[in-house]
C-alpha cells in the first residue's frame, strides 16, 4: 500500500550481496544493498523518521529491510514535502515534549485511581462486605478514566487529539517497524487506543443527549461493556498482521493517478483509514457477537437491551463502561445487584429524616480532595431519581438490596446527560408494599 505523506530517500549499492532473511529464495543471486531514510508525516506538529537496511531484490524491485533506527522531527506538511534532507542526525523536541507530557498524565490518572479505591476499601467494613475479584477489576478500570466527571466536550476534544496524535498515529507507524512478540503487544496498543477513542466519541454524544435514553442504554450495554472489553483488541492484534498484507495486496497499490489528481495526503489518510477501520470493525462485530452470546447464555434472551433501568439513566455518563453481569431480573423489571452497586463504587447515605441517596465518589483532573463523596441521585425503596449534584456530607454505607426499576423519562437534562427522571417500580419497592427482591 503506497505510503502518500513519506518523504526521504533511498541508497542502492552496485555489486550484488547475501539477500537479507526475508527475501525470497528465487532473488537469492539477484539481490543488492538497499538503505532507506524516510520521514513519515502525522496529524501533528511533527513527523517519524525511519532508518531501514537491507537488500533489493531485482526481480520484484522490492527491499527487505530491517530497521535500524526510528524518531522524529519537528516539521510536517509543506515544510517536510520540500524538506532536502540532512547529512547529520538532526534534534527534535516537540514530539518528546508533548510525550512527557501525555505520560505524566496517564501516570497521575493510574495514581489518582490507586487513591481513589484505597479510600473506597476504607469505608468498607471488611467483616460485612467483600469485594470480589470482578468487582474490583471494575472499581478499578472506573476510576482510571480519562476524563473526569463534569468534564466538558471541549476537554475531551483535547484528550481525543492525545489519543488519535500520540496514541493512533504512534502505533501505526510503530507497527511496520516492529515483528514478533513486540509487533503483537503494538497491535494490542492500536486496538486499546481505538478503543479509547471509541469510548471518548461516545461519551461525547452521550452528554449532548442527541439520543433517547432507551437507545443510550441500548447501544451501551450492546458494544460498551466489561464482559467482551479487550477482547476485540486482543483478536485485532491476532488478525493484524494478515489484514495488512492483504492491503497491500489490494488495489490500494494502483492509486498514484489518484493521488496526483485529488492530494497526496487525502490519499494518505485514505490508506491510514482503511487500517484503523478495518480494526474499529473487527472491534465492533467482536463486541456485538460477544455481548448477544453472553447475554443469551446468562440471561436466555436479549431482552436486557432495551429494558430501561432507572439506575442507569441516573448515572448516565458517569459510568465509563457497563457490567451486563451485574443485572438481575425480577418479574419484569431490571435491577442492579448489591455487588454491581460496590464495583461501580455507588454508596449509600442516610439522612436524619431516614430519606436515602445514591452516592459516587467524583473524579477531578488534578487534584484528589477527600471530600471526593457527592449526591446524584434520590433513592426511594428500589427505585432512584436523579437530583441535583451536591457535596455528600454525612456516614455512608453499603447498599443492602438491589437497585433499579421502570424509568419514565421527561425532556429535563443534566450537566451529566443524565435526563431526570421520575422512575416507578412495579411490584416491589411501593411505600405501602415495600419488599426487597432476591438476587
Known amino acids: 500500500m503506497p505510503q502518500y505523506n513519506v518523504h526521504g530517500s533511498y541508497f542502492i549499492g552496485f555489486n550484488k550481496v547475501t539477500p537479507y532473511r ?25 513527523s517519524f523518521f525511519i532508518e531501514g537496511e537491507g537488500t533489493l531484490c531485482a526481480l520484484d524491485s522490492t527491499a527487505y529491510d530491517v530497521v535500524k533506527a526510528i524518531g522524529t522531527y519537528d ?46 476499601v476504607g469505608r468498607c467494613d471488611p467483616a460485612a462486605e467483600c469485594i470480589r475479584f470482578q468487582d474490583a477489576l471494575v472499581l478499578v478500570q472506573e476510576s482510571m478514566r480519562l476524563s473526569p466527571h463534569g468534564a466538558k466536550n471541549f476537554h475531551r476534544l483535547v484528550l481525543l487529539f492525545a ?18 512478540l513486540t509487533g ?23 452528554t449532548i443527549s442527541w439520543m433517547r435514553e432507551k437507545t443510550r442504554c441500548f447501544v451501551k450495554r450492546l458494544l460498551f461493556n466489561y464482559e467482551t472489553a479487550l477482547v476485540g483488541e486482543m483478536l485485532t492484534a491476532v488478525l493484524i498482521q494478515y489484514y495488512l498484507t492483504s492491503l497491500n495486496r489490494s488495489s490500494l497499490r494502483h492509486t498514484e493517478t489518484d493521488a496526483k489528481a485529488v492530494s497526496y495526503y487525502v490519499m494518505s489518510l485514505v490508506g ?20 448477544l452470546g453472553f447475554l443469551w447464555w446468562k440471561f436466555g434472551g436479549l431482552g436486557l437491551l432495551t429494558k430501561p433501568c432507572c439506575v442507569d439513566t441516573a448515572l448516565g455518563s458517569r459510568c465509563k463502561l457497563i457490567l451486563l453481569a451485574g443485572y438481575v ?18 454508596s449509600k447515605l442516610t439522612e436524619e429524616d431516614g430519606s436515602e441517596f445514591l452516592v459516587h465518589s467524583k473524579l477531578y483532573w488534578f487534584t484528589i480532595p477527600r471530600e471526593c463523596l ?11 431519581e436523579a437530583c441535583d449534584e451536591r457535596p455528600c456530607s454525612g456516614v455512608v454505607s453499603a447498599f443492602e438490596r438491589v437497585l433499579g426499576g421502570n424509568v419514565e423519562t421527561s425532556r429535563r437534562s443534566s450537566a451529566y446527560g443524565v435526563t431526570q427522571i421520575k422512575s416507578s417500580v412495579l411490584g416491589a419497592g411501593r411505600k405501602n408494599n415495600r419488599t426487597t427482591p432476591t438476587v
Open 272 to 291: 491510514h483509514s482503511c487500517i484503523a477501520l478495518g480494526c474499529v470493525l473487527v472491534i465492533v462485530l467482536t463486541r456485538l457477537l460477544g455481548t
Open 163 to 180: 489519543l488519535l496524535d500520540l496514541g493512533l498515529m504512534s502505533d501505526l507507524f510503530l507497527l511496520i517497524t516492529q515483528e514478533g
Open 374 to 384: 457527592v449526591v446524584f441521585g434520590a433513592v426511594s425503596g428500589t427505585s432512584v
Open 75 to 120: 516539521t510536517n506538511g509543506y515544510r517536510l514535502a520540500n524538506d532536502k534532507g540532512y547529512a547529520f542526525y538532526r534534534r527534535s523536541y516537540w514530539y518528546g515534549l508533548a510525550g512527557a507530557l501525555w505520560t505524566a498524565y496517564r501516570f497521575w490518572v493510574i495514581r489518582r485511581s490507586f487513591v481513589s479505591c484505597m479510600r473506597f
Open 184 to 206: 503483537r503487544v503494538q497491535a494490542i496498543s492500536l486496538g486499546y487506543n481505538l478503543a479509547s477513542i471509541m469510548s471518548t466519541l461516545f461519551e461525547m454524544v452521550e
Open 329 to 346: 431480573w425480577e418479574g419484569d423489571n431490571l435491577y442492579y445487584k448489591m455487588n454491581a452497586l460496590m464495583a461501580f463504587g455507588l
Open 22 to 46: 526475508t527475501t525470497p529464495t528465487n532473488c537469492a543471486n539477484d539481490s543488492y544493498p538497499f538503505e532507506s531514510y524516510f520521514y513519515h508525516g502525522s496529524i501533528g506538529y511533527y
